[in-house]
């Protein structure tokens, strides 16, 4: 992994508050706070916490020691070790670091059952295009505007009034005067660019390149034309594509309540292995569930998971799903009765009895 794409791997999480970047760690021990296992009934979180509980907190001790190269040699072995526990078509370990008192670590063993492939991985196929020339430096720039942003973050230079959003969609804001020329280039530009940068989300080869112009269409005028170019790559191949988009997309839900968002595709999205797929096509349904119009269709069709994710003691799944179920439902069964919530959904999705007409 390229030190830009590690970058990117960090702001995915960083940048929604989130995660610790590196040079804010302190020397102390590492908090991991829980374990998650998801996506599988394969194996349990007993299971794992047996068979590597301890050299996946060794893993985090490495890490804190700077010792990442070591760290992800470790990762990998784990990783290749749960893999031999069953039939699985793709195991990750995700993490999160929280900005919080103890600053904990969640980790989440991500698992897609062989047997679920076909539905739980449909991405699209990867583009072959070549990565496509860059439009008036618009992605060269953002790069540079996320090295700033990230250090700026880092140094806890960013206060709120630093963060207003002039776009449909925002990171951190163009309001601190060392970010305040990218903004103005992303204003001035990314209409003119529109789409070359559409054309560059769905066919460059670099998933960089693509990451990167689906933050930048963000500065577009038109949010039906944004939600429009941005649904699509809701199934990139690339989970860090598919996290900056549904990232743009959640804030459009949130804040542009006349625009419409179609569910099937971030329901599907959902499913899809990753920890990031999952949060933030939660946000987008959370966003979506303030709709009174969307809430049995979510319901329906994303009711199941959302009790299944309720599950997870990780802050950023659990907590969204708790908060589309009461919702959608109108009602609060408590954030762990995960029976109770089972009882209700399978009492709406009952078809009412049709009266027999004589």
């Not at 679920?116 to 990565?131: H, N």
């Amino acid at each position: 992994m390229s030190r830009y794409q590690l970058t990117q791997r960090l702001l995915a999480l960083l940048l929604v508050g989130l995660v610790v970047a590196p040079e804010a760690l302190s020397a102390e021990a590492p908090n991991v706070a829980a374990i998650d296992v998801y996506g599988s009934s394969q194996i349990t979180i007993e299971q794992i916490e047996a068979k590597v509980g301890r050299r996946l907190r060794e893993m985090e001790n490495l890490r804190s020691a700077s010792e990442r190269e070591a760290a992800s040699e470790l990762r990998a072995k784990i990783e290749a070790e749960i893999e031999g526990m069953g039939e699985f078509a793709y195991v990750r370990i995700s993490r999160i670091q929280y900005f919080k008192e103890g600053r904990p670590i969640y980790l989440t063993i991500d698992l897609v059952d062989t047997a679920d492939a076909d539905t739980r991985l449909a991405f699209a196929s990867a583009p072959t295009g070549k990565p496509l020339a860059d439009p008036d430096g618009l992605l060269a720039a953002w790069q540079g505007y996320e090295k700033t942003a990230m250090s700026l973050m880092s140094q806890g230079k960013l206060g709120q009034a630093e963060r207003a959003c002039p776009a449909f969609h925002c990171i951190v804001g163009f309001a601190h005067p060392e970010l305040e020329s990218y903004g103005t280039l992303f204003e001035t530009k990314v209409p003119e660019h529109r789409e070359t940068l559409a054309k560059i989300l769905m066919e460059s080869s670099d998933e960089v390149q693509r990451g990167s112009a689906a933050y930048l269409l963000a500065h577009i005028n038109d949010g039906q034309e944004l939600v429009t170019a941005l649904l699509p790559a809701t199934r990139d191949p690339s989970y860090l594509v598919r996290n900056n988009v549904l990232r743009v997309l959640q804030q459009v839900a949130r804040e542009q309540k006349d625009l419409d968002i179609p569910l099937e595709p971030i329901v599907q999205a959902l499913n899809f292995p990753a920890t990031t797929d999952r949060n933030k096509s939660l946000a987008l349904l959370d966003g979506l569930a303030n709709r009174p119009a969307l809430r049995g269709a979510i319901a329906r069709q994303a009711g199941t998971t959302l009790i299944e994710i309720l599950k997870l003691v990780q802050p950023n799944n659990h907590d969204y799903a708790y908060s589309i179920l009461k919702k959608i439902s109108g009602q609060d069964f408590g954030e762990h009765n995960v029976d109770a919530w089972r009882a209700w959904l399978d009492q709406y999705l009952v078809p009412p009895t049709e009266s027999i007409k004589e």
